[in-house]
């Protein structure tokens, strides 16, 4: 197993370039099983949950080829509509295909996913939303399995929370049902507004995508399409902490600041100079010692649990006590822990984090416990004193193309060692 080894103390000065989004390349790739046409997909992001997603699609019947960050979907014909557990345990994304195959060939069996580093992350809502459009669902031997020979039929389905990955793989099944379709209470993040715009372009008809309520009138089939992924918001709101917490003068390029206006806000308010120098960069430099500021979780456009953790890391670095509230996840402070072994000072009860600070961190070994999580002890050992060695690193290499390279080249020394 790969591991970091990392040496704090260094500003990082530079720019760095952001990849595509791992959560937008994710039901993008799924959605190329609703046609038997090519899907053409760039700025795919070289990560290791999109290599186990195309792994699944492969199994599904579809053929898959690329070259660099482009890589082209095509499946003629749906030779088996299932996402085995061995899959689905290790990337709870797998359910992303449970829409498209049902729309497609009436049919699907998934594996349910099971526990989770981060909360229980159930698929109820995916459930009963397919339930909504007609399909049946019957579960045994910890798989689901979803019928619709019939084919779907338009529904009004009202989620009764917010689910990311719950109003794709809806929206994914809504969009070859007969008739109408209204999802209300939808998930309004930019990943879900991408997925909409590249059914759009195979032939979907949808009206909403980015509020509250998305309206989806059925067509009875898809065509093949090109799209590009839109920008990576979690990786550059990572970058910015990693340039905010090292007090360096740090670019990040390729990005889309309102995605990530959420995070800059609270950089600001804890003293961190943030500027635009153009559409798509933010840079960050030093504006003097940073203050705590409190900070609460939530969907879009509030503040993205997956930069909670990094937002963690760097409050060990602010003066005064910052209270960081999860709302999203029920067990989502695993970085707490490997923090304070680096002599963070971090109290958790329950949903919320007290984090007083500054505290001189100091290299330790620590261990990855889920993606994010690792990302905030990348983030705590740049600024640390000494060595770190962060262990399990396969967790970071799901979603971030390449961190080790990309912190090297703005002056973090890390390196990867067996
Ligand atoms: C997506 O997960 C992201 N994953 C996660 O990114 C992200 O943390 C999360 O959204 C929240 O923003 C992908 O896009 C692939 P949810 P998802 O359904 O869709 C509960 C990362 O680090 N819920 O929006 O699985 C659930 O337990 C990751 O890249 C139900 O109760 O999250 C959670 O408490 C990790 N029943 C809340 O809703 C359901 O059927 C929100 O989860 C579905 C969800």
Same mark, same amino acid.
């Given at each position: ?228 992924? *839109? +920008?990576?918001?979690?990786? #550059?709101?990572?970058? =910015? !902490?990693? $340039? &905010? ?6 670019? /990040? ?113 620590? *261990? +990855?416990?889920?993606?994010? #999580?690792?990302?905030? =002890? !990348?983030? $705590? &050992? ?6 770190? /060695? ?29």
């Amino acid at each position: 197993m790969d591991k970091f080894v990392i040496a704090g103390g260094t500003a990082l000065n530079g720019s760095i370039p952001i990849n595509g989004s791992k959560n937008s390349a994710l039901p993008a790739l799924a959605a190329a099983l609703l046609t038997e046409e090519p899907v053409t997909l760039h700025r795919i992001p070289r990560v290791r949950d999109i290599r186990t997603m195309q792994r699944l699609l492969v199994d599904i019947g579809a053929s898959v080829t690329g070259e660099g960050d482009t890589v082209r979907l095509e499946t003629p014909r749906i030779s088996s509509p299932e996402a085995p557990y061995e899959l689905v345990k290790t990337m709870r994304a797998s359910s992303l295909v449970l829409g498209p195959l049902v729309a497609r060939c009436g049919r699907a069996r998934v594996s349910l996913p099971g526990g989770c580093a981060i909360g229980a992350r159930p698929i109820n809502l995916h459930i009963l939303g397919l339930e909504q459009l007609g399909a049946t669902i019957h579960q045994a031997h910890g798989y689901i399995e979803a019928q619709a020979p019939g084919g779907l039929r338009g529904a009004n389905v009202q989620f009764d929370r917010i689910t990311v990955t719950g109003t794709e793989d809806l929206l994914m099944a809504a969009v070859l049902a007969k008739g109408e379709t209204v999802l209300r209470n939808a998930a309004r993040e930019p990943e879900v507004v991408d997925l909409a715009d590249l059914l759009v372009k195979m032939g979907a008809r949808i009206e909403g995508a980015g509020t509250s309520t998305i309206r989806i009138q059925g067509v009875e089939r898809l065509a093949g399409a090109e799209h590009t992924i *839109i +920008a990576d918001r979690i990786e #550059a709101g990572t970058f =910015l !902490v990693a $340039g &905010a917490i090292t007090g360096g003068d740090l670019s /990040v390029t390729g990005c889309i600041p309102e995605h990530v206006s959420a995070l800059v806000s609270k950089l600001q308010q804890a003293g961190v100079r943030v500027t635009q120098p153009d559409d798509t960069t933010l840079r960050v430099s030093p504006g003097g010692q940073l203050r705590s500021v409190d900070m609460t979780t939530e969907e879009y456009p509030g503040f993205a649990t997956d930069l909670q953790a990094q937002y963690v890391a760097l409050m060990t670095q602010a003066e005064g006590i910052a209270i960081v509230v999860e709302t999203i996840f029920e067990n989502r402070f695993m970085h707490a822990q490997e923090l304070a072994r680096m002599g963070a000072n971090i109290r958790i009860d329950g949903k919320q984090a007290m984090v007083a600070g500054p505290r001189r961190l100091t290299g330790a070994g620590v *261990i +990855a416990s889920d993606l994010r #999580a690792s990302a905030s =002890l !990348v983030l $705590g &050992a740049l600024v640390a004193h000494g060595e770190t /060695v962060i262990d399990r690193v396969y967790h970071i290499d799901r979603g971030y193309e390449k961190i080790e390279a990309k912190l090297a080249a703005v002056g973090a020394r890390i390196r990867r060692v067996e």
